[in-house]
């Protein structure tokens, strides 16, 4: 199977389209795209999320990534772009059992409501991205699955099948640093049900973890009234 990013300009864009809910339902398209950074977009992949009506880019990259690779999209007319830097979830974690902890750190992040805010209120669709869009992408795509109720075994699919997109990424990066376990970068079904289970025992649903983090269960409903 071809693994193709939904944009020329980058390895795992992807999109939360046509995923089934627990009750039977399917998620909406073109309303999420999940992505790695879009850092050089030409005009077919401009023209392509505006076609789309994915006009809303929400960059989670820190200061020094997007110092390194600065977002293509940032000054594109047309084009809405927020920058909410998540540190936690930047790096590598210490081991595999570590992972879901860290996702739990990107999921609490001092930026994260910024992020799901503008998630729930945004009038067109968005785009959010971190550098690989696996580690903190993952954790929004899969809390934005949650809220869905979108089925579980495709929530940890979604994640998965990151490791097919960036394939050549990863494989470079592990040539580049061979002291890091491999099992850590790729992602993994242990990591995501980790994570999900984690946030399960802890929040018990969506909406009590939007009130953690400052936001209300109207911007849960928000996400599900778009993506449903």
């Not at 795992?12 to 627990?22: A, I, Q, S």
């Not at 910024?114 to 696996?134: H, L, Q, R």
């Amino acid at each position: 199977m071809t693994y193709k990013s939904l944009l020329s300009c980058s390895y795992n864009t992807r999109e939360l389209g046509g995923m089934k809910t627990t009750d039977g339902r399917i998620t909406k398209n073109n309303m999420f795209w999940r992505s790695d950074a879009a850092g050089n977009p030409g005009q077919e992949d401009i023209e392509k999320l505006l076609a789309n009506r994915i006009t809303t880019i929400v960059d989670m990259r820190t200061v020094s990534e997007t110092g390194r690779t600065p977002c293509g999209l940032a000054d594109v007319p047309g084009f809405v772009y927020h920058n909410f830097p998540i540190t936690e979830g930047s790096g590598v974690p210490e081991s595999l059992e570590a992972v879901p902890y860290s996702y739990m750190d990107i999921a609490l992040a001092d930026n994260m409501p910024e992020v799901m805010k503008v998630i729930a209120e945004s009038e067109t669709g968005v785009m959010f991205n971190c550098t690989a869009g696996k580690d903190r992408t993952g954790v929004v795509s899969a809390i934005i699955l949650m809220t869905c109720g979108v089925q579980r075994d495709a929530i940890v699919s979604n994640y998965v099948i990151s490791r097919e997109y960036n394939k050549k990424r990863l494989e470079a990066f592990l040539a580049a640093h061979p002291e890091v376990d491999r099992n850590i970068v790729l992602a993994n079904e242990k990591s995501m049900n980790g994570f999900i289970d984690m946030f399960t025992e802890r929040f018990g649903s969506v909406e009590r973890y939007f009130e953690h983090i400052g936001l209300t269960p109207g911007h849960a409903d928000m996400i599900r009234n778009k993506l449903l």
